[in-house]
């Protein structure tokens, strides 16, 4: 064969293989064109425009319309853990692969997202996509308070403390995590964990929760990032008096004697006074004033309810002067539209200290409970308060910080989030 008839055959060979390629990738882009429509319909059904999505980067290049953060591709489930806890989406569309096989057995997003649904996204339906939703944790709020407390010569230190609460409400949970460090391997003969909650100075016992150790180890032991964590869930009693407690920790030895002493202190929490003359500390503070002689300094305020929830809405007003009237209290969740989903009206502190009641310089815990109906849409939702007249309707003007009239008569506190 002539040398010009083989570079014809080896020119011809490139040009099938090069057409080749070509249609593969336009059957590729096809292909991701075809999912990227179908996810785009599926989110325009069920998510809101506002909320994150999480997909593989070719997918998350197609949704254009909304959030999007853009998972990193290959076979690291390391880097795809990583990349969801720092976005925390609303949605993640996950992609067959080695890399989301361990994504979806590892614990924290087991615990974090539930399977929402399956999408057939190609013609064959052999290439499955799942759509997962957020789902919230009580262990995740809460700031980390150091502690640093050791058990004796064990080799075990805990050296931090989260709860999500640091104001106690009789009959709920308190959810605790303790980061661990140390030898966890190096005290075999622990046996028993206890948490307690005791009353300043350890007199009496309010609520503990036990745990029998298996090699001295808890066993909910798991590794968050590079601390080793534990957690625990402590039930309120419903009878709990105003006042200051102590949570301190135990750990035994199969002998039943205390490893470095019993009852070691980790934090002080409160259930404190609904009136006091000592001011509070609100974890959301604000300065507003309604009339002359009322001040609101702040609220706590759950960010993300669901539909069916009952949740609480604290309130911290202030006394600036003696206040005249007898008024009522309005709690409203407002529609994108300003229509009234849910409301709570009533007279301070469960309708037990009116304001006329009220005495120059005090501050009252005013606390509410929103219902919300099962079948009330998803959505975010306006919170807003104030106060009125019953007998007249008549709502007290309100002011801002800067001293500007706010309409309607009504502080908006924060958007909800209904889930």
């Not at 249609?23 to 990227?36: I, K, V």
């Not at 350890?202 to 150790?213: D, F, P, T």
């Not at 005249?324 to 849910?342: E, K, R």
Request: charged content about 20%; proline content about 7%; overall charge negative.
């Amino acid at each position: 064969m002539s040398e010009s008839a083989n570079v014809r055959i080896v020119s011809h060979a490139l040009r099938i293989t090069f057409c080749a390629l070509l249609l593969f990738l336009t059957g590729c882009g096809a292909q991701d064109e075809g999912q990227g429509a179908a996810v785009a319909v599926w989110l325009d059904v069920h998510a809101l425009p506002s909320e994150r999505v999480a997909a593989p980067e070719p997918l998350a290049r197609r949704l254009r319309d909304r959030p999007v953060t853009a998972l990193p591709a290959g076979d690291d489930t390391a880097a795809l853990l990583a990349a969801l806890h720092g976005a925390l989406p609303d949605y993640v569309i996950s992609w067959p692969g080695v890399a989301w096989d361990g994504v979806l057995a590892d614990p924290w997003f087991r615990e974090h997202y539930h399977f929402f649904d399956a999408l057939s996204a190609s013609d064959d339906g052999l290439t499955p996509l799942h759509i997962f939703g957020y789902t919230p944790s009580p262990f995740d709020v809460g700031a980390w308070q150091t502690v640093e407390q050791s058990f004796g010569g064990t080799g075990l230190e805990l050296y931090a403390v989260r709860v999500n609460r640091q104001r106690l409400v009789p009959g709920e949970l308190l959810y605790i995590t303790l980061s661990w460090r140390g030898d966890l391997f190096a005290f075999p003969d622990a046996q028993r964990f206890v948490l307690r909650l005791l009353d300043v100075g350890g007199a009496g016992l309010r609520a503990q929760v036990e745990e029998s150790l298996v090699n001295g180890l808890p066993l909910d032991l798991c590794r968050d990032g590079d601390a080793v964590t534990s957690r625990h869930i402590l039930v309120l009693p419903e009878d709990l008096s105003y006042g200051d407690y102590v949570l301190a920790a135990t750990l035994y030895r199969r002998s039943g004697q205390p490893a470095g002493g019993e009852n070691l202190p980790l934090l002080t929490l409160s259930r404190p006074p609904d009136v006091t003359h000592e001011r509070p500390a609100p974890e959301s503070e604000g300065v507003w004033v309604l009339g002359e002689a009322v001040g609101l300094i702040g609220y706590d305020v759950p960010e993300r309810v669901a539909p069916g929830d009952a949740f609480r809405v604290m309130l911290y007003w202030h006394a600036r002067a003696a206040v005249l009237g007898d008024y009522t209290v309005f709690v409203h969740l407002l529609d994108a539209n300003g229509a009234i989903a849910a409301q709570a009206d009533g007279k301070p502190v469960w309708w037990t200290f009116p304001t006329t009641q009220w005495k120059p310089g005090q501050y009252i815990r005013d606390e509410h409970i929103l219902e919300l109906d099962a079948g009330l849409p998803r959505g975010d939702y306006r919170l807003a308060v104030g106060m009125y007249d019953a007998a007249t309707g008549v709502r007290l003007t309100v002011t801002d910080a800067q001293g500007a009239p706010l309409p309607d008569g009504r502080i908006e506190l924060r958007i909800v989030k209904v889930r």
